[in-house]
């Protein structure tokens, strides 16, 4: 997955309008070049980007880590060469990409070993709730972090809420309709949330393909997945709702995890040096 040099450009005209206002008072004619590393053990994401930022500030780049891989405390991950003033306009663009996206790829990876020591089938997925007007880029640093998407957005997938089901008399009512709605969407799945055991089990005996548990005890997935065996085989179940790297290992009997806990964790531990050449 890739940001268009388009994105990228707007990216960089958020921030650089027209020009850098401190170096254009120095009027450095000199080469430079700059080291990003990282100061803490993370999982690179959005390298790419940090390059494409350089390439189209007129800077050259040599990628040291690439998107997905772990990077120790001290490892440089990228080095952007060029103009003195280019690559100060490169520095803190590159930089923040890194910082944002890796925080992302990082927490999600650590939650997917985590769920996988336990489940080697349990995905991690993340929510729709990125970052507003950055959507793109958030997916792109969860995929890189080794994590899926549960949702890409209202136009991809079917998910039932319990502000839907207020439409109808009552949860029975609601669930008089779901052979309607699977015919209709033949090639979707059906996802509908539940709020307690009593509702996962009537989803279940309506044979409904996926059952999202809301905010349910470890103890009470496991209900659920027992009932799964017993009354609808083929059903998932997903746990979500409070799922975090702390709890995810007591949630990953589930077949997957939903959750936005990546999206919180703030930036990753990353800084730069310049040289000059």
Not at 18 to 42: C, G, H, V, W
Not at 241 to 270: P, Q, R, W
Request: charged fraction near 25%; proline fraction near 2%.
């Amino acid at each position: 997955m890739r940001l268009s040099d388009a994105e990228i450009l707007d990216y960089i005209n958020e921030d650089l309008p027209y020009f850098d206002l401190t170096t254009s008072l120095q009027n450095i004619d000199k080469k430079a070049s700059l080291e990003i590393y990282s100061r803490d053990e993370i999982c690179v994401s959005c390298v790419d980007v940090a390059a494409s930022v350089a390439r189209l500030l007129g800077c050259e780049s040599e990628i040291f880590v690439k998107n997905s891989q772990i990077c120790r405390a001290g490892d440089v991950i990228i080095k952007i060469y060029g103009g003195y003033e280019d690559v100060h306009k490169a520095w803190k663009l590159a930089q923040v990409a890194l910082e944002y996206a890796s925080a992302i790829a990082t927490y999600t990876n650590k939650m997917v070993k985590a769920a996988k020591s336990v489940n080697e089938k349990c995905e991690v997925l993340a929510t729709r709730k990125s970052f507003p007007f950055s959507k793109k880029f958030c997916v792109k640093a969860v995929l890189e972090g080794g994590g899926g998407m549960h949702r890409l957005g209202l136009s991809d997938s079917i998910l039932f809420f319990k502000n839907h089901i207020k439409a109808y008399a009552s949860f029975d009512e609601f669930l008089s309709h779901l052979p309607e709605f699977k015919a209709k969407m033949v090639e979707r799945k059906i996802c509908v949330e539940a709020e307690n055991l009593d509702e996962a089990s009537k989803l279940l005996k309506a044979k409904c393909d996926v059952v999202q548990c809301d905010k349910f005890s470890p103890e009470l997935i496991k209900n659920v997945l027992a009932l799964r065996d017993e009354i609808s085989p083929n059903t998932i179940i997903l746990a979500a709702g409070g799922v975090n790297l702390a709890n995810a290992k007591e949630f990953a009997n589930a077949d997957a995890i939903v959750t936005s806990a990546m999206y919180s964790k703030g930036a990753a531990d990353i800084s730069a040096r310049l040289e000059i050449l």
